[in-house]
C-alpha cells in the first residue's frame, strides 16, 4: 500500500491504496465518489470518464500512481449545484433512460465543448464516439451537447 494525495474535485484527498488500483476504484472504493461508473474495465465504454487537467481520461485503466498532481474532476464536481450547461441541457431534452453511462457521456461532452464551445454536429459525433449508451439515446446526447453549446 502506498499514501496518494489527490487533487479531486478542487480538493485534495487521501487515499491508501496499492499503486496499481485503477482510479476508478479509488475514486468509488475509498473516496465515495459514486458518480463515475465501473462499464467494461478496459477504457472501451466511456463510463468511467473523468477530467484529468480538463481532459477526458478513462479512470478504470488508469493507475493511481500515475495521477501525480494532477486536478481530477469528476461528475460530481463539474458543478456545485447541477448547473452546468450540460447537465441543464439533458434535462431539458430528456436524455437519460436507465442513466448509468450518462455520467461518462456529461464528461466527454463536457471536455469536448471546453476545447471546443461550438463544435459542429460531426464534430460532436467524433468526440462522443466510443461513449456507449445501451439504451441507444444517441441522438438525445447529441441534441443536449448541441444545446449546451449555444448555452456558454
Known amino acids: 500500500m502506498a499514501h496518494y494525495t489527490l ?3 478542487g480538493k485534495s484527498l487521501e487515499a491508501d491504496v496499492d499503486s496499481d488500483t485503477p482510479l476508478l476504484w479509488v475514486l468509488r472504493d475509498n473516496l465515495g465518489l459514486v458518480g463515475t ?8 465504454c466511456g463510463a468511467c470518464t473523468v477530467h484529468v487537467n ?3 481520461v478513462r479512470s478504470c485503466t488508469l493507475a493511481v500512481s500515475a ?6 474532476t469528476t461528475i460530481e464536481g463539474l458543478s456545485a449545484n447541477g448547473d452546468h450547461p450540460l ?5 431539458e431534452v430528456d436524455v437519460a433512460q436507465c442513466g448509468y453511462c ?28 466510443g461513449n456507449i449508451c445501451r439504451c441507444g439515446t444517441y441522438h438525445r446526447i447529441h441534441e443536449a451537447i ?3 453549446s449555444t448555452k456558454k
Open 7 to 9: 487533487q479531486i474535485n
Open 37 to 44: 461508473k465501473f462499464g467494461c474495465g478496459i477504457a472501451q
Open 102 to 129: 450518462q455520467a461518462g457521456q456529461i464528461m466527454n461532452a463536457a471536455a469536448l465543448l471546453t476545447k471546443n464551445p461550438k463544435p459542429s454536429a460531426e464534430e460532436i459525433d467524433n468526440a462522443m464516439n
Open 146 to 148: 448541441a444545446l449546451a
Open 67 to 72: 495521477v501525480g498532481s494532477n486536478k481530477i
Open 54 to 56: 480538463g481532459a477526458a
Open 87 to 91: 447537465q441543464k441541457a439533458w434535462n
